[in-house]
């Protein structure tokens, strides 16, 4: 398998960068080949702007319309090298990690940014299939791929709970797990998350190393969250579930499958 | 009121914009003093790294632990001035509005950065009151203040409606209003949101912008979410939601409090 790690942290001796070094001799090790994209390393630019596209008309004249640019920009490859080159790893890649703190309970702004400017229309949304029907939540210009969010964050796990004051992980990640990976295709692994990681140990930093060894061992293969199908039949035309699909339910667990 | 209008689109004269101009206008006209931080006339730098703090030490030789050095430099103010300069107007401000087009299903990264930097521990989070609890959810550094998010989406209503594919509007934007916002104490209005943006109409644009300033003269006045407080008695010490109230729910819609 190709292997894409993104990574996003200033530092790399710090929890996240010993679960990247870790994660990468596994992969390694099982004989994956894999690439890396140390965002901070690489001074990665999170901020979308006329720069992206090669629109200098639109940037003096008329109003910048990002998303018709990035697509037009897309389509005639003029985007900027840098959102290219994620493109072309994206498009290498069988599988993408997703290393990062989370702060203010979603990723880095290094990170957001490398979404907003990678993910454009028309390579990794707004295609349509073969009856004109929009590619969208489980299908997109990334269907195929599988991806895992390597995570980690100060509090307990217990707070993290399906009650807990913060509201769920996944819940919580739904933007990212859901509105962005699956929206463009790709099948999402359960979320490895470090809890308490402000009171990290070493001895807790070696167990974490192998939970996450344990985790990658099974990336090709470990079921993923069954979240539904905008074009499987569940939502209506106006995109609504169904009503008999989770009856009388509202909240983010509705769009996921439940156990047969 | 002193209030602070938070912009983060690449083009002034898009729909977010004119409903900055539009809502600027209104506030005026009401005899309240605003502020603006318009991130991208600002060139705001959204990224944590070393710079932030005066730390060269950390940088050169330990390992740069993100939160401890926030910290020490707010307590020492050696923040980067640009952050000081923020969190300056925060002070000021008695509300905060927060403009921007979601991007991904959140605020687009210039706009993430703005939090990520900004908002550091012991300024926004991590004090505690006379009883020693920490303050936090409905309490903490912001506490006083109201917000209210400003925001656009190409998608139409229903879909962001309670059963909607993309999740309810407020659960996706969870992270910001809860996490973030009621974190630190802020109180947060619903958010006004524009659906089907891509396809706006000028006349659809005079629409909004009276929806607007409706709401925008509730601003001092208008209720806000009822989110729990951390300290109000609704979570045990684990920080789990008590089974007496919403029983046997799940799910992010359980840290609101009920209608009476």
Redesign the interface.
């Known amino acids: 398998m190709n292997i894409l790690w993104v990574f996003a942290h200033?530092?790399r001796?710090?929890l996240n960068g010993s679960l990247m070094t870790e994660g990468l001799r596994e992969l390694e090790r099982m004989g994956h080949e894999s690439r890396v994209s140390d965002l901070?390393a690489m001074k990665w630019n999170?901020?979308?702007?006329?720069g992206d596209f090669d629109a200098p008309e639109a940037a003096e004249s008329g109003?910048?319309?990002?998303?018709a640019e990035q697509e037009r920009a897309h389509r005639e490859s003029t985007l900027s090298e840098d959102i290219r080159a994620e493109q072309e790893k994206i498009r290498w890649a069988d599988a993408i990690v997703f290393n990062f703190?989370m702060?203010?309970?979603?990723?880095?702004?290094?990170l957001?940014?490398w979404?907003?400017r990678v993910?454009v229309q028309s390579f990794a949304f707004g295609l349509t299939d073969e009856h004109g029907q929009t590619r969208r939540?489980g299908d997109g210009g990334l269907a195929g791929k599988r991806a895992l969010v390597v995570t980690s964050v100060?509090?307990?796990e217990?707070?993290f709970?399906?009650?807990?004051?913060?509201?769920?992980v996944d819940?919580?990640l739904?933007?990212?797990l859901?509105?962005?990976l699956w929206y463009t295709g790709v099948s999402v692994l359960p979320p490895f998350v470090v809890y308490g990681a402000?009171r990290a140990t070493e001895a807790g930093g070696a167990d974490q190393a192998d939970a996450l060894r344990a985790r990658l061992r099974e990336l090709p293969t470990a079921e993923t969250i069954p979240y539904?199908h905008?074009n499987g039949g569940d939502?209506d035309d106006?995109?609504?579930?169904r009503p008999h699909l989770?009856p009388e339910r509202?909240?983010?667990?509705?769009?996921t499958r439940e156990a047969p």
Chains 1, 2 share one sequence.
């Open positions: 200033p530092e001796r710090s901070y999170p901020v979308v702007d006329a109003r910048l319309l990002v998303g703190p702060w203010w309970f979603g990723p880095p702004a290094i957001k940014g979404f907003d993910l939540y100060g509090a307990r217990s707070s709970g399906p009650r807990g004051v913060h509201g769920s819940e919580v739904f933007p990212l859901h509105g962005t402000d539904r905008e939502y106006a995109l609504v579930l989770a509202t909240g983010l667990g509705v769009h």
